[in-house]
């Protein structure tokens, strides 16, 4: 199985400045016939199911406001919020869907500094 | 609007059978997608459990696979879970979600359910 391991763990940023969060997969999610990445992020606030956020590494769901942002390929990916929200605190995950199982990463929990 | 809502016993015993059902609305399972099931123990991470595609055809992950059936019923527009012999590790919120995929990898997962809270416990 493809693991996938975020950091940080967690991530304290004052509102209106930049978050990033970073995942790394065990193996490259970079399918080769199609240059895409199979790496997708979501977010979680409590008492909610997850949100997507984005897909094929870098592609905002429709919605998602553009703050939110995705980059990386191979192994190495980030999401990064470019000015913090009250409303993005959350615990964010990536998830790698190159290969069954897909597998998510721990987490990141996201707070206001 | 797609929405999906779970539903089923909150509390299972242990060695039992834990069943869920996940209603969809505003969408046709029939008219194609994966439908999948996601659960997440306590103050922890997302695990996949398996996926139905609207054919029937049935992707488990293999770490459950010995014990998990997910079945569809396209004239109820829904789809079920069933995971035997069940332990208080299986305690979890379960949630239900869509998802594209291919050949038999789902992908990611872009409507889910609510979630619903399922205690193994005696």
């Known amino acids: 199985d493809i693991v996938m391991t975020q950091s940080p763990d967690s991530l304290a940023v004052s509102l209106g400045e930049r978050a990033t969060i970073n995942c790394k997969s065990s193996?490259?999610?970079?399918?080769?016939?199609?240059?895409?990445?199979?790496l997708a992020w979501y977010q979680q606030k409590p008492g909610q199911p997850p949100k997507l956020l984005i897909y094929?590494?870098?592609t905002r769901e429709s919605g998602v406001p553009d703050r939110f942002s995705g980059s990386g390929s191979g192994t190495d990916f980030t999401l990064t919020i470019s000015s913090l929200q009250a409303e993005d605190v959350a615990v964010y995950y990536c998830?790698?869907?190159?290969?069954?199982?897909?597998?998510f990463g721990q987490g990141t929990r996201l707070e206001i500094k | 609007q797609v929405q999906l809502q779970e539903s089923g016993p909150g509390l299972v015993k242990p060695s039992e059978t834990l069943s869920l059902t996940c209603a969809v609305s505003?969408?046709?399972?029939?008219?194609?997608?994966?439908w999948g099931w996601i659960r997440q123990p306590p103050g922890k991470g997302l695990e996949w459990i398996g996926s139905?595609?609207?054919?029937?055809?049935?992707y488990y992950n293999p770490s459950l696979k010995s014990r998990v059936t997910i079945s569809v019923d396209t004239s109820k527009n829904q789809f079920s879970l069933k995971l035997s012999s069940v332990t208080a590790a299986d305690t979890a919120v379960y949630y239900c979600?869509?998802?594209?995929?291919?050949?038999?990898?789902?992908?990611?997962?872009?409507?889910w359910g609510q979630g619903t809270l399922v205690t193994v416990s005696s």
């Open positions: 094929w590494a870098s």
């Open positions: 998830q790698q869907y190159y290969s069954t199982p897909p597998g």
């Open positions: 139905i595609y609207h054919s029937g055809s049935t």
């Open positions: 979600a869509r998802h594209l995929g291919y050949g038999g990898n789902p992908y990611y997962f872009d409507y």
């Open positions: 505003g969408y046709s399972i029939s008219s194609g997608y994966y």
């Open positions: 193996q490259s999610v970079l399918y080769s016939s199609n240059n895409k990445n199979y």
